[in-house]
């Protein structure tokens, strides 16, 4: 991987979780080649094992379930075995689900076979909201009682979402909202503890999960990719790439020693643009 620049991370020992993702498993990359031990955390553990094996030595893949506070604390133990104590947490485990999303983007008197807001499934609401927030709270907690003592960095993985709800999609929205949120109420938390908290929202990067909402079967853009970029001042989705340096600068005391309790864009503008 060509980083952006390079940050001495070798004291770091880092607990990821989602890291069998695309976004997540990159993070895991840069950091270790930055010198930091990682821990990849994800219930697919082969997709985790996959990225740990392209890392190298200072990388090991760790069976977790975010939802499964047992899970967590076994994935925990797991980690300290393996590095010792925990300094860095990202908290990049989420995701949305069709049973959480409506067909159609605004409700009318007279719509009829397709699903509406009012067909929602429950549990796939309170699936995606618990995958989203109660997961970094459970990871959270169980992870963050190795930097109380020592200090420590947490970083959460928000969204565009947090800053405008998309439509279609409920439960993913108010769940990164609340990540944002969450993310500034531990800064407060574990300030006099010296562990700082702040999440990376990314715009709109074409990954597994959302790529068939992107681009039809025959590669053309779907109306909901024109969409998008005509409200992207730069035109273009992002690449997992220019994630990167925001991570790396958080990642680094002597660079944000001072920074806790933000959520940095990197959406190309789209947070900045009214539409007019």
């Known amino acids: ?10 004291n770091k020992v880092v607990a990821i979780t989602g890291a069998g993702g695309i976004i997540c498993g990159e993070f895991a990359k840069a950091l270790a080649e930055c010198g930091a031990k990682v821990a990849l955390l994800d219930i697919n553990y082969d997709a985790a094992k996959k990225m740990a094996d392209e890392i190298g030595d200072n990388a090991v893949a760790v069976r977790c379930n975010c939802l499964d506070k047992a899970s967590i604390e ?3 133990r797991t980690v300290n075995e393996s590095f010792g104590a925990v300094n860095f947490l990202i908290n ?18 007279d719509v009829e076979g397709v699903k509406t807001f009012f067909d929602i499934d429950e549990q796939g609401f309170k699936f995606v909201f618990d995958l989203n927030i109660t997961s970094a709270f459970l990871v959270t907690q169980v992870f963050a009682t190795d930097m109380v003592k020592t200090g420590g960095n947490i970083i959460n993985v928000s969204s565009m979402n947090a800053y405008r709800p998309l439509t279609k999609i409920p439960a993913y929205s108010s769940a990164k909202a609340g990540i944002s949120n969450f993310t500034q109420w531990l ?11 702040n999440a990376i929202a990314p715009g709109f990067f074409v990954t597994n999960q959302n790529r ?12 909901r990719t024109g969409k998008i970029l005509n409200a992207t001042p730069m035109k273009k989705f992002g690449e997992i790439s220019d994630l990167i340096g925001a991570l790396l600068w958080l990642a680094d005391d002597s660079a944000s020693g001072f920074v806790t309790g933000t959520v940095i864009p990197v959406d190309g503008g789209f947070s900045a643009y009214s539409g007019v």
């Not at 060509?2 to 070798?10: G, I, R, S």
């Not at 079967?217 to 779907?222: A, S």
């Open 74 to 76: 076994e994935a925990k």
């Open 212 to 223: 068939a909402l992107l681009y039809n079967e025959d590669g053309t853009p779907t109306a």
């Open 1 to 10: 991987m060509k980083l952006p620049f390079n940050v001495d991370l070798t």
């Open 92 to 109: 990049g485990a989420g995701g949305n689900s069709p049973k959480a999303s409506t067909d159609i983007e605004t409700m009318t008197p």
């Open 187 to 197: 800064a407060v938390h574990f300030a006099p503890c010296n562990i700082r908290c």
